[in-house]
């Protein structure tokens, strides 16, 4: 009889393998609750990986037979792999590395592991760019929303609109540099009540740009969704509508940032900062496609009409020569003052302190000015408390606009005018909405009208 059950167990292998999901399509969350019961708010959702503190081998059991992928989550102090042991024997599925280990000890949990997943959520500076790591993930994030003064009063963007506190623009540096899926695991505020509104901008702030928000729960929300009051549960649908709607169009993902204007900067530097000079273009609603130093080459330029090199003169000779082709051949290019130097990354901030910000000003006037009124690709009007994004399909045949709405109310009346010859616009939204938009010829190009964005909505171009 033994025998005849090994060959059954291994005969279901297969079976067993494909019904786990790859580490590309794992849509994560942070599991407050260690009570096998817990895992009935997971019903119907498409939650598929959750990130333990504490657990039983109970509630991974549990949360193995439906689906999930388990992860522990082990934090820098004591003895690494001893604690990745423990974890492996209780049956996880994988390990997480959040924080800033010793040199090696990722090394010693991977061989641990033997072959289980181990995932490192890390310092934004310590992010392995270019590497073969299936995902790349890292604790540090800003919360997204409107930003405002101590004293109440909203702060002012580039253009006088709103400053939305974002990480898209850290995203988009990121995703230049390869396929790789992408995690944002920064957690609430501590000691703050988040609205489920707020919840709902984080998780688009990071959709939009390609990448994955780790789902995270404040006490005080937790707590309530645990009692299964009505406010929660209805906070938590939302919520759930909204990571729905994003992993029901894998195909955004493999879409490439486009855009007119490309933005040349080593992640090294300001390229891996929050409210720098890639996320000041965004707040103007101009497509830019992020060009990471180390990867400027003609084909990186390809189809841009403008380039900023916010680099200098720091540049290598034969980078100099790309750029200085690009401009030969009629693009126009901007070049960072003489002397200029983009702020590193440090390990203990992720955003420009006030005088980078006032330094920054020296090039954000030339990039303003540049830039002007154009339409690099599209404009979008009535849009002052939202960010948008514009993707393309490999063949060029489809793109993709995004919006983010990160106000308190719906905003009405947007207008998108866009560059291309598109003969079809489909207006898609988390609430299920899906309606043709009529195209309208404007002076650049083609346009369509937008009645109303509660938190979100994309507009399909074909």
Same mark, same amino acid.
């Given at each position: 009889?033994?025998?005849?059950?090994?060959?059954?167990?291994?005969?279901?292998?297969?079976?067993?393998?494909?019904?786990?999901?790859?580490?590309?399509?794992?849509?994560?969350?942070?599991?407050?609750?260690?009570?096998?019961?817990?895992?009935?708010?997971?019903?119907?959702?498409?939650?598929?990986?959750?990130?333990?503190?504490?657990?039983?081998?109970?509630? !991974? /059991? &549990? %949360?193995?037979?439906?689906?999930?992928?388990?992860?522990?989550? *082990? $934090?820098?102090? +004591? @003895?690494? !792999? /001893? &604690? %990745?042991?423990?974890?492996?024997?209780?049956?996880?599925?994988? *390990? $997480?590395?959040? +924080? @800033?280990?010793?040199?090696? %000890?990722?090394?010693?949990?991977?061989?641990?592991?033997?072959?289980?997943?181990?995932?490192?959520?890390?310092?934004?500076?310590?992010?392995?760019?270019?590497?073969?790591?299936?995902?790349?993930?890292?604790?540090?994030?800003?919360?997204?929303?409107?930003?405002?003064?101590?004293?109440?009063?909203?702060?002012?963007?580039?253009?006088?609109?709103?400053?939305?506190?974002?990480?898209?623009?850290?995203?988009?540096?990121?995703?230049?540099?390869?396929?790789?899926?992408?995690?944002?695991?920064?957690?609430?505020?501590?000691?703050?009540?988040?609205?489920?509104?707020?919840?709902?901008?984080?998780?688009?702030?990071?959709?939009?740009?390609?990448?994955?928000?780790?789902l995270a729960l404040d006490d005080d929300f937790a707590l309530r969704l645990a009692r299964r009051e009505a406010s929660a549960l209805?906070?938590?649908?939302?919520?759930?509508?909204?990571?729905?709607?994003?992993?029901?169009?894998?195909?955004?993902?493999?879409?490439?940032?486009?855009?007119?204007?490309?933005?040349?900067?080593?992640?090294?530097?300001?390229?891996?900062?929050?409210?720098?000079?890639?996320?000041?273009?965004?707040?103007?609603?101009?497509?830019?496609?992020?060009?990471?130093?180390?990867?400027?080459?003609?084909?990186?330029?390809?189809?841009?009409?403008?380039?900023?090199?916010?680099?200098?003169?720091?540049?290598?000779?034969?980078?100099?020569?790309?750029?200085?082709?690009f401009a030969r051949a009629g693009g126009t290019l901007l070049t960072g003052p003489p002397g200029w130097q983009d702020p590193a990354?440090?390990?203990?901030?992720?955003?420009?302190?006030?005088?980078?910000?006032?330094?920054?000003?020296?090039?954000?006037?030339?990039?303003?000015?540049?830039i002007g009124r154009r339409n690099l690709g599209v404009r979008l009007f009535n849009v002052s408390a939202m960010l948008s994004n514009?993707?393309?399909?490999?063949?060029?045949?489809?793109?993709?606009?995004?919006?983010?709405?990160?106000?308190?109310?719906?905003?009405?009346?947007?207008?998108?005018?866009?560059?291309?010859?598109?003969?079809?616009?489909?207006?898609?939204?988390?609430?299920?909405?899906?309606?043709?938009?009529?195209?309208?010829?404007?002076?650049?190009?083609?346009?369509?009208?937008?009645?109303?964005?509660?938190?979100?909505?994309?507009?399909?171009?074909?």
């Amino acid at each position: 009889m033994l025998p005849a059950r090994c060959a059954a167990v291994v005969g279901l292998l297969p079976l067993l393998l494909a019904a786990t999901p790859r580490p590309a399509d794992w849509v994560p969350a942070r599991w407050p609750w260690s009570e096998a019961p817990s895992l009935a708010l997971l019903t119907d959702t498409p939650i598929n990986c959750l990130l333990l503190k504490n657990y039983s081998g109970e509630f !991974v /059991a &549990a %949360a193995a037979g439906r689906g999930m992928v388990t992860l522990a989550v *082990i $934090v820098p102090g +004591g @003895d690494t !792999v /001893a &604690a %990745a042991r423990r974890a492996l024997a209780a049956r996880v599925t994988g *390990i $997480v590395l959040e +924080g @800033d280990f010793p040199e090696g %000890a990722a090394a010693g949990v991977r061989e641990a592991a033997a072959g289980a997943p181990v995932v490192e959520l890390t310092a934004r500076h310590r992010l392995p760019l270019g590497g073969d790591a299936p995902i790349l993930g890292t604790y540090q994030g800003v919360w997204p929303g409107i930003a405002v003064e101590e004293d109440g009063a909203k702060k002012a963007g580039p253009t006088g609109s709103a400053w939305i506190d974002t990480n898209t623009g850290f995203l988009r540096a990121v995703r230049a540099w390869g396929p790789a899926a992408l995690w944002m695991a920064n957690q609430p505020p501590p000691k703050t009540v988040v609205t489920g509104g707020r919840y709902l901008q984080a998780i688009a702030d990071a959709a939009i740009s390609g990448a994955r928000w780790v789902l995270a729960l404040d006490d005080d929300f937790a707590l309530r969704l645990a009692r299964r009051e009505a406010s929660a549960l209805r906070d938590w649908q939302r919520m759930v509508q909204l990571i729905r709607y994003f992993e029901q169009h894998p195909e955004w993902r493999s879409m490439t940032e486009y855009g007119k204007l490309a933005l040349v900067q080593d992640p090294a530097k300001g390229g891996l900062l929050s409210g720098g000079i890639l996320d000041m273009i965004a707040v103007k609603h101009t497509p830019v496609r992020p060009v990471p130093r180390q990867r400027l080459n003609a084909e990186a330029l390809a189809g841009a009409t403008m380039a900023v090199n916010v680099e200098g003169d720091s540049l290598p000779a034969a980078q100099r020569e790309v750029l200085r082709n690009f401009a030969r051949a009629g693009g126009t290019l901007l070049t960072g003052p003489p002397g200029w130097q983009d702020p590193a990354a440090r390990e203990d901030r992720i955003t420009l302190d006030k005088a980078e910000l006032e330094r920054l000003n020296d090039i954000w006037r030339e990039v303003n000015s540049m830039i002007g009124r154009r339409n690099l690709g599209v404009r979008l009007f009535n849009v002052s408390a939202m960010l948008s994004n514009l993707l393309a399909s490999p063949d060029g045949k489809v793109h993709v606009v995004h919006l983010v709405n990160y106000s308190d109310y719906p905003v009405e009346n947007v207008a998108v005018h866009f560059l291309g010859n598109f003969k079809r616009a489909t207006l898609t939204t988390p609430e299920g909405a899906e309606k043709s938009l009529d195209i309208y010829q404007t002076e650049e190009g083609w346009g369509v009208d937008i009645a109303q964005v509660a938190v979100c909505a994309t507009i399909r171009l074909e």
